[in-house]
């Protein structure tokens, strides 16, 4: 954890990136973004009201008081067209995760860092109907940095959707691995099956096929190949008797798995019996980053993903 939060501070280290933090009431927010602030690491923009002492360097906006506010309720109606009325509108920019989130689509933050309190879906929907996903994206989805020793690996989706399309998961892994940069990884994609090249046809398999050959399509550039068992992808022996003809099985660093289910199961087989450290859920596929905590962080979970969420800002 400490060497690549390192890498990922000395990427955005004196770029002053504005992230903001809806829950200022929480103490746990008040004392990472006051570590970020005194580390210089970015701007935080708080969200009043405020349980504490803020660093000199902590911008805090109170909403009721915040001078740009009906701008923010006219870019607000324009972006929700008819979807609320007015006094609709003025009431959800009444709530932090919102008003944080306009914040972001206005330019006035690159990011935000929201979860402490409120719920997951309190975090993420503003976002997805706001700062919405990303050109050619159709979901937002949720990877895991996977970390032991000196190895790292990132494995989608584990967080968001249940069951992806071929064409969801096809963006889902040319998506991650643009990701893989950030965290200087060159990219190997491996597109998780039960089956290895065709060993095993059913509807799911297939699935995989065919989104492993839409990935190629989208990003002809990028090591993608699939369909593949996990052994396949990550032990170079079984690579060579199952899958031949593929250069990236054996060497897969990016895993994306075909379901919820999968992903969810393999991210938490790694931690518990493979000793890595999981960092995440970190969301992708937003025009702008916006990030979920656990509602049982601590500071250091706070102070963590925001140097993440910042450093998706420039990425």
Avoid: W
């Avoid at 069951?163 to 491996?190: C, H, R």
């Amino acid at each position: 954890m400490a060497q690549i939060m390192n890498e990922l501070k000395a990427k955005i280290n004196g770029k002053n990136i504005p992230i903001v933090f809806p829950e200022g009431k929480d103490e746990r927010i008040v004392a990472a973004v006051n570590r970020l602030a005194e580390e210089s690491l970015l701007h935080p923009i708080l969200i009043g009201p405020v349980n504490g002492e803020v660093h000199s360097n902590v911008e805090v906006i109170e909403p009721d008081d915040y001078a740009g506010k009906e701008t923010m309720f006219e870019a607000f109606m324009a972006r929700r067209k008819d979807k609320h009325t007015a006094s609709e509108a003025r009431e959800l920019l009444k709530q932090q995760n919102y008003f944080g989130t306009m914040l972001v689509y206005q330019g006035l933050a690159k990011g935000l860092v929201s979860g402490a309190i409120q719920s997951t879906g309190d975090t993420v929907r503003p976002a997805l109907q706001i700062i919405k996903t990303k050109p050619g994206i159709q979901r937002a989805f949720g990877y895991f940095l996977m970390l032991r020793e000196d190895e790292k690996y990132l494995m989608a989706d584990c967080a968001i959707n249940p069951n992806p399309t071929a064409e969801e998961l096809a963006q889902f892994a040319v998506e991650t691995g643009k990701i893989a940069s950030m965290y200087d990884i060159d990219p190997k994609i491996g597109m998780l099956s039960f089956s290895t090249d065709g060993s095993g046809v059913t509807e799911e398999s297939i699935k995989v096929k065919k989104a492993t050959e839409l990935a190629q399509a989208m990003a002809p550039e990028m090591a993608i190949d699939g369909e593949m068992q996990f052994d396949s992808a990550f032990v170079p022996s079984v690579a060579k008797k199952k899958f031949p003809s593929s250069s990236v099985a054996g060497n897969v660093n990016v895993f994306v798995f075909p379901t919820l289910d999968a992903g969810n199961i393999g991210y938490k087989i790694a931690q518990r019996l493979g000793h890595f450290e999981a960092i995440g859920p970190i969301l992708a596929g937003l025009n702008q980053p916006v990030n979920d905590l656990s509602r049982g962080c601590d500071v250091d979970d706070v102070y963590h993903l925001a140097i993440i969420t910042a450093a998706q800002a420039i990425y």
